[in-house]
Structure formats: structure tokens, C-alpha cells
């Protein structure tokens, strides 16, 4: 069975620094795709960034762009956002999925959503 589970969120000021990770277990990166999403209270669920697991190619958000960079790491099976220059409206929980199709940063066809998410709070 495919596990996810998010990690690394916190409390920072803006201008700060987080890496999340998501720790895969049951699951293999050869073929999919694999993406981050956040969701704040009250507003819609924003895909962030996505990357595709055979090219290496990663796609972000216009919002994030510049400032996130997802990676992966096979041998860990874990996946990475590394998030800076954090503005107050990053503040939501993150989540990652895994899936079977992505368009650019939205992973389409999920396969396998997270855990629990994990809490990012920016303060200005």
C-alpha cells in the first residue's frame, strides 16, 4: 500500500525559509509525476509545483515561481519543496500527491494523495 506523509512545515517570518518533504513508502517515482498543493482556510485548493518523475522537468505556479523548487530524491523516496522568500499569503497546508498525469504544475490524475498535510505560517 502507497504511503505519503508530509513533513517540515512550521512558523516563520516572511522572508523566511521552510523544506517540506513527503517520504514515500510503497511507491516508485519511474513513470509518474509527483506535486505539491496547498490549501488555506477559505480559499481554493492551488496546485504549486509538480515534477515529472522520468524527465526531471519541474513546473510551479506563477505565485511560487522563483521562490519554490521541488525536487525529488529517488533513493529516499522522498519529495522535496524548498521554499523561500516566504510571503504572508504562502500560509496554508501543503500537501503532496503522487500521480499518473500532470499539465504543468497541476498533477491531473492523482493516484495517491498525502497524509495529513503539513501547517506553513508565514507572519509578516
Known amino acids: 500500500q502507497v504511503q505519503l506523509v508530509e513533513s517540515g512545515g512550521g512558523s516563520v517570518q516572511a522572508g523566511g525559509s521552510l523544506r517540506l518533504s513527503c517520504a514515500a513508502s510503497?511507491?516508485?517515482?519511474?513513470?509518474?509525476?509527483m506535486g505539491w498543493f496547498r490549501q488555506a482556510p477559505g480559499k481554493e485548493r492551488e496546485g504549486v509545483a509538480a515534477?515529472?518523475?522520468?524527465?526531471?522537468?519541474?513546473y510551479y505556479a506563477d505565485s511560487v515561481k522563483g521562490r519554490f523548487t521541488i525536487s525529488q530524491d529517488n533513493a529516499k523516496n522522498t519529495l522535496y519543496l524548498q521554499m523561500n522568500s516566504l510571503k504572508p499569503e504562502d500560509t496554508a497546508m501543503y500537501y503532496c500527491?503522487?500521480?499518473?498525469?500532470?499539465?504543468?504544475?497541476?498533477?491531473?490524475?492523482?493516484?495517491?494523495?498525502g497524509g495529513r498535510g503539513t501547517q506553513v505560517t508565514v507572519s509578516s
Open positions: 510503497g511507491y516508485t517515482y519511474s513513470s509518474d509525476c
Open positions: 515534477i515529472y518523475s522520468g524527465s526531471g522537468s519541474t
Open positions: 500527491v503522487a500521480g499518473s498525469l500532470c499539465v504543468g504544475h497541476i498533477v491531473v490524475r492523482v493516484t495517491t494523495t
